[in-house]
């Protein structure tokens, strides 16, 4: 379902979509998001805006939980050109 839901956006207009390919827990969620966005602000374009929010969520993974675990931060992927 997730190409389906994907190709409609991109249909839609949306130039890149960004999707977590497993549920992640909302706080984690969030704190990436907010990354991504920030990112975004200061003018990265969307691939590396991701790739550095991505980056920043694993130290941050790593230091919270004392190991680094994929699953908080490499669920998140981006389509589009």
């Given amino acids: 379902i997730a190409p ?3 190709l409609a956006f991109h249909i839609a207009g949306a130039e890149n979509v960004v999707m977590s390919l497993w549920p992640v827990p909302d706080r984690e969620t969030t704190e ?3 990354e991504l ?8 374009t969307p ?5 550095k929010a991505k980056a920043t969520m694993r130290a941050r ?7 680094d675990i994929p699953f908080y931060w490499g669920a998140f992927v981006i389509t589009g050109p």
Avoid: S
Avoid at 37 to 44: E, F, V
Avoid at 61 to 67: A, F, H, I, M, T
């Fill in 61 to 67: 993974v790593k230091q919270r939980y004392q190991e």
């Fill in 4 to 6: 389906a839901l994907t």
């Fill in 37 to 44: 966005y920030t990112n975004l602000a200061k003018g990265a």
């Fill in 47 to 51: 691939r590396i805006a991701l790739a």
């Fill in 32 to 34: 990436l998001m907010l």
